[in-house]
């Protein structure tokens, strides 16, 4: 699959959940509010807990990302921007939100928390969820998983249990991608295939009367000039009565 394949792949597999990355953004986005607030108002009375402050910024960090990623996928169709712009969007969202998770994961082992829950979560959903760039997300996930295990036997110690359900994490996490990955690229080959059989004639691969339409109503909504050409050709009935339609 080429760059440019693989680019529409991303961007078709995101439109078909779109309207599920709003709801979900916008709920995100409302938690990791409600929570910096929560966390400020608790900072004001104790200070005992020294992560505080870092929970603060990495929550409204994530606050601010999520709620400039959505702006923008929500103005992408108003405006009409470029395929390029929605799924580099789309990319950096997924970056930043699995680097936030590996972040407080890493917070809560410093702090001796028995799992990573966080990490574990955002990175098991990402392939569903958003269905994003595969092969970047389990290069994240490897390299998270493995430096959660060696922070946890840097300053706690090595244990079995700890290491052993990261690691069935890591594989099942990474066969999930793969699945995932499988399954749409499958999916929109199948939907490639099918526009292709509703826009183009079956026998000669021409496109059809419906593109015709479509392009006109495009060129319609357009303030650019444009020029049509149409040719006849006389007595066209005649061939395809006395040799057929496949000469």
Known sequence: MSKREYGEFVESSFNKSKILIFICGAF??????????STILDMTKT????????????????FVVTTISVGILLLSDRFKFK?????????????IISFWALAISSIDVFRNQNYPIVFVTVMFALPFFLKLHYSLNTVILFAGTIWLCIEKSIYHGFTIGYTSNLLVFLIMGTLVSILSYNKNLQAHQLELSLKELSYKDGLTKLYNRGTLDDKLEELAKSNKMNNIVMIDCDNFKAINDNFGHRV
């Open 28 to 37: 995100v986005a409302l938690f990791e509010l409600v929570f910096a607030i």
């Open 47 to 62: 200070t005992q807990n020294q992560f505080r402050p870092a929970y603060l910024g990495l929550y409204i960090g994530l």
């Open 83 to 95: 395929k390029d712009i929605v799924v580099t969007t789309i990319h950096i969202y997924d970056i």
